[in-house]
């Protein structure tokens, strides 16, 4: 009988995943995800460091940014950037929040340029600044069944949350246009092995079943007929270990077991945790852009 060493053992386990993590019905996970936002979104922007910008995902710091508030809109300008010079007709936010990235870009997109946005549990708040801005919730393994074609598509830490990505990327790719972009922002894992426990705390305690490798993303996204052209490491404009965040891990041992009844608790440990696989490189936060061929 042989044996499997090296990579086949590690294609091997890559594979298991892969066909673990795509399930026939991701309705219970959403609805859980859903739950999770409903509850907690005001005490994140209540407790969190955002500067009044209503946002959620982390900030950014390249040089040159000077103000919370501006490195909240990092990651709003990259997504412009990418989009800025192809014809477009209609912009998606696949995981939009309460909309902060599609005000953004109200602000620099043509007249002309139809916004929408998807979102779960939510406050929906950018949709109000803006007649062009069109927010409901919904899931966004069903976007083009909820949303007209567009010209491109982006998320930003919403990837994480989806427990089936073939059919996140499958439903992308039949929203976008011929040649259209889709644009990924999210924690991406570093290698194939068995995750570590800080990797395991972060998916279970921040619903984040679809932090997964670069090789699995790329395998999902070409199935769907999506080529993945471009990828930026953004992990170096993250400010980690900020006096919260150590005081955070300092007392966690105190307050840990509230985890098991608390969603914010185990908000605070996922928080953590990803901390955690973003020191030891593990995962890093990446911008992917994927084409519609």
């Not at 924690?187 to 426990?197: A, E, F, G, I, Y």
Request: hydrophobic share 40%; aromatic share 8%; net charge negative.
């Amino acid at each position: 009988m042989s044996t499997l060493k090296g990579k086949d053992q590690t294609d091997i386990f890559s594979l298991r995943v892969m066909q673990t993590t795509m399930v026939s019905d991701p309705r219970p996970h959403v609805d859980n995800v859903e739950r999770y936002y409903q509850r907690n979104t005001k005490a994140f922007l209540r407790l969190g460091d955002n500067d009044g910008v209503a946002a959620i995902h982390i900030a950014l710091w390249p040089e040159g940014t000077e103000t919370v508030a501006e490195a909240m809109e990092v990651t709003h300008r990259l997504v412009l950037e990418r989009i800025q010079d192809q014809p477009l007709t209609r912009v998606v936010d696949l995981g939009c929040g309460m909309g902060a990235a599609l005000a953004y870009l109200d602000r620099h997109l043509p007249a002309d340029v139809a916004l929408d946005g998807l979102t779960l549990g939510t406050p929906i708040t950018a949709s109000q600044s803006s007649d062009r801005i069109h927010i409901q919730q919904g899931d966004f393994h069903k976007a083009d069944q909820l949303l007209p074609p567009c010209s491109a598509a982006f998320c930003i830490e919403a990837l994480a949350h989806s427990n089936d990505p073939a059919r996140f990327f499958a439903s992308a790719s039949r929203l976008l246009e011929k040649g259209g972009q889709l644009i990924v922002i999210d924690d991406v894992v570093m290698h194939n092995d068995p995750p570590s426990q800080a990797l395991e705390t972060y998916r279970e305690h921040w619903l984040a079943p679809g932090v997964q490798t670069q090789d699995n993303l790329r395998q999902w996204s070409s199935d769907a007929g999506l080529t993945l052209i471009d990828t930026q490491n953004l992990t170096p404009w993250i400010r980690l270990g900020r006096p919260r965040d150590r005081w955070i891990r300092w007392t966690r041992p105190m307050w840990a077991w509230l985890t098991n009844s608390s969603q914010y608790a185990k908000s605070l440990s996922g928080g953590d945790a990803r901390q955690r696989c973003l020191e030891t490189g593990e995962t890093q936060f990446q911008l992917l852009v994927f084409r519609r061929d």
